[in-house]
């Protein structure tokens, strides 16, 4: 191999000497973890029904989405071959914050039409639905989701029961940090509510209206 074709720019050059880029950025993605952990923690204070709740939670961490790093929280999660019941709780570096819920199989057979019912509040919300083929797409670049409120209450539902899965999603810009455990946890609430899948919660409460997703936040 000839050296002299491995060489660094002059901007790589100057991040290469500097150790602090990298401890900062450790620094950050800790502090991100432990943002999961706060919602994770809240979390499992709610009674989420049985059949949602019988795998934990779990934070997980990666380097190379995009080829940037990320953080994400599921539950609940439910990953079967065919069948996905999941609420993925993310953080992307350099792009967003964001909250989806992803069904297919049995439990996309199963909620379609509660999803479909639901088109008002996700309007509402400037909540997104994926348009894009790739279940595993979190970006909302190119098409990949389309906002539900461009569709109307016919189309939504058309395009819900058509798909093999289903993914509604919201994102914040990462500006939002000081609201991101917030956000993050009231949509949590919501999309659980619009599956029908929290059975009560803690100090007695036994719902959670649609429009009022801070409901869920007394713990």
Known sequence: MEE???QLSAAEMALVYDAELILTKNRIMEKAKALLAGLQHQMQ????AAPFATVPPKIARGENYGGLPYLMLDYPRLFGQEDIFAIRTFFWWGRFFSSTLHLSGVWKNELANRISESYP????RG??????PDPWAHHFDGGNYQPVKA????GFAELVH????IKIAAWW???SWPHAA???????????EQCGALSCYPGGETGLSPDNPKACSGL
């Open 182 to 192: 917030n956000n993050l946890w009231e949509s949590w609430c919501f999309l659980l």
């Open 151 to 154: 569709f109307t209450a016919t």
């Open 4 to 6: 002299a074709k491995i």
């Open 127 to 132: 909540y997104f639905v994926q348009t894009g």
């Open 45 to 48: 204070g709610v009674q989420v």
């Open 173 to 175: 810009p990462l500006q």
């Open 121 to 124: 509040q996700l309007a509402q």
């Open 162 to 165: 058509s798909r093999p899965h």
